[in-house]
T-cell receptor, first 113, second 114 residues
């Protein structure tokens, strides 16, 4: 069973609207959680990192939350733009090194005008 | 800044042929990784290196070999390509692990094995 589950698998939103992506994980112990953005045909790029003591962190129109007790994270996109069309990948580290990272399958977001 | 550069970007092979993917990074990172990405699956680690001259197996190492003779380069080899190795391959590097373990990815190499 995958240790990182993301939902929804895909969604279509209108430009200017908000959306929230979910990441549930079972990785234990927990060190940190990163959200990456992967544009079509490109490599993933880090958006934000959440550590155990952090609840919320923003990067422009992207806001990530973390509830370490329930092992859940969310990524909220505010006032979506066409350039937000991408796959958003949740990656969880148990602190044993990057060779033990747990990757989600990604949330595919399509923003339409 | 170039960051992480992968070559080639596209390649078509016949079953049984061999090839090498080259990854170069200019950020002086100690750690380097090779992943494969397949539809409907998360990124899976093939091999990784924690420094010049070191390599180690990841989650799906069978059918692949790697070498890290220079700190800035990480090569991924396929000795006898199989259709199951059709995938998009990503190289990544990181300055450290844990909170310093942000992965910096290349643009990917799309490999098709016929």
């Amino acid at each position: 069973k995958n240790q990182v589950e993301q939902s929804p698998q895909s969604l279509i939103i209108l430009e200017g609207k908000n959306c929230t992506l979910q990441c549930n994980y079972t990785v234990s112990p927990f060190s940190n959680l990163r959200w990456y953005k992967q544009d079509t045909g490109r490599g993933p790029v880090s958006l934000t990192i959440m550590t155990f003591s952090e609840n919320t962190k923003s990067n422009g129109r992207y806001t990530a939350t973390l509830d370490a007790d329930t092992k859940q994270s969310s990524l909220h996109i505010t006032a979506s733009q066409l350039s937000d069309s991408a796959s958003y990948i949740c990656v969880v580290s148990g602190g044993y090194g990057n060779n033990r990272l747990a990757f989600g399958k990604g949330n595919q977001v399509v923003v339409i005008p | 800044n170039a960051g992480v550069t992968q070559t080639p970007k596209f390649r078509v092979l016949k079953t049984g042929q061999s090839m090498t993917l080259l990854c170069a990074q200019d950020m002086n990172h100690e750690y380097m990784y090779w992943y494969r990405q397949d539809p409907g699956m998360g990124l899976r680690l093939i091999h990784y290196s924690v420094g010049e001259g070191t390599t180690a197996k990841g989650e799906v190492p069978d059918g692949y070999n790697v070498s890290r003779l220079k700190k800035q380069n990480f090569l991924l080899g396929l000795e006898s390509a199989a259709p199951s190795q059709t995938s998009v391959y990503f190289c990544a590097s990181s300055p450290g692990t844990g909170v310093s373990g942000e992965l910096f990815f290349g643009e990917g190499s799309r490999l098709t094995v016929l």
